[in-house]
């Protein structure tokens, strides 16, 4: 991944960070609003780079491959976890408390919010926590410490992702968790649809399961 089309990303969402502050919306409205035009705008800016969109997993042959590894690691991963939950619960600890995700009251805030954070949010965070920061990171890991490079790109990328979402106290179980998985999903099957689905079907099962 070529330096001037990360950099302009970086700054572009920054900028729209900022300048949504100024924006008199309410704050669901605003968030899905943010990442709409942050994904827009980064996509622009690899469609008018060199690699194109492809540099950011956005290969137009992988797509229907890249949307059914999805689904089939979203199974593994909900087994997975289902299987984690049930160990902690015959150890006597409330799995349910360390996923529990606060919901809106109304029920058209809920309608917003299961859109906002289970379909838009994880497409501008895969777009930027996947496919530029760690694509970017992996990429120039690579040339230093060959295969290894990927490691410190994981771990990198992981740890923003983590703390972009750090509300509150305690570990953020679900984020560390899935900014892992994320990364090795992108990193094996070489499609940004996979995390997309993995990330959108993993909230929409978190807030489900925080409904009842």
Request: aromatic fraction near 14%; charged fraction near 10%.
């Given at each position: 991944?070529?330096?001037?089309?990360?950099?302009?990303?970086?700054?572009?969402?920054?900028?729209?960070?900022?300048?949504?502050?100024?924006?008199?919306?309410?704050?669901?409205?605003?968030?899905?609003?943010?990442?709409c035009?942050?994904?827009?705008?980064?996509?622009?800016i690899?469609?008018?780079?060199?690699?194109?969109?492809?540099?950011?997993?956005?290969?137009?042959?992988?797509?229907?491959?890249?949307?059914?590894?999805?689904?089939?690691?979203?199974?593994?991963?909900?087994?997975?976890?289902?299987?984690?939950?049930?160990?902690?619960?015959?150890?006597?600890?409330?799995?349910?408390?360390?996923?529990?995700?606060?919901?809106p009251?109304?029920?058209?805030?809920?309608?917003?919010?299961?859109?906002?954070?289970?379909?838009?949010?994880?497409?501008?965070?895969?777009?930027?926590?996947?496919?530029?920061?760690?694509?970017?990171?992996?990429?120039?890991?690579?040339?230093?410490?060959?295969?290894?490079?990927?490691?410190?790109?994981?771990?990198?990328?992981?740890?923003?992702f983590?703390?972009?979402?750090?509300?509150?106290?305690?570990?953020?179980?679900?984020?560390?968790?899935?900014?892992?998985?994320?990364?090795?999903?992108?990193?094996?099957?070489?499609?940004?649809?996979?995390?997309?689905?993995?990330h959108?079907?993993?909230?929409?099962?978190?807030?489900?399961?925080?409904?009842?």
């Amino acid at each position: 991944m070529n330096a001037l089309p990360f950099i302009l990303s970086i700054l572009s969402v920054f900028a729209i960070e900022a300048g949504i502050r100024f924006l008199d919306l309410a704050p669901l409205m605003l968030i899905g609003f943010a990442r709409c035009v942050e994904a827009l705008v980064i996509l622009l800016i690899f469609y008018m780079s060199k690699n194109g969109i492809s540099a950011i997993g956005f290969e137009k042959y992988r797509i229907i491959r890249g949307i059914q590894k999805g689904l089939v690691w979203s199974a593994g991963f909900g087994a997975l976890a289902g299987l984690g939950g049930l160990i902690l619960f015959i150890c006597g600890f409330d799995p349910f408390a360390l996923i529990h995700v606060g919901l809106p009251k109304t029920r058209p805030q809920i309608i917003l919010f299961f859109l906002v954070g289970g379909v838009i949010a994880p497409i501008a965070e895969e777009i930027f926590f996947r496919g530029i920061i760690y694509g970017y990171l992996r990429d120039f890991m690579f040339k230093k410490m060959d295969r290894w490079g990927v490691l410190p790109a994981l771990f990198i990328s992981t740890a923003l992702f983590v703390m972009a979402h750090q509300v509150g106290s305690g570990i953020p179980l679900p984020q560390l968790a899935g900014g892992v998985v994320f990364c090795v999903a992108y990193e094996i099957e070489k499609s940004l649809f996979a995390p997309i689905i993995i990330h959108s079907l993993g909230n929409l099962a978190l807030f489900t399961v925080s409904c009842f």
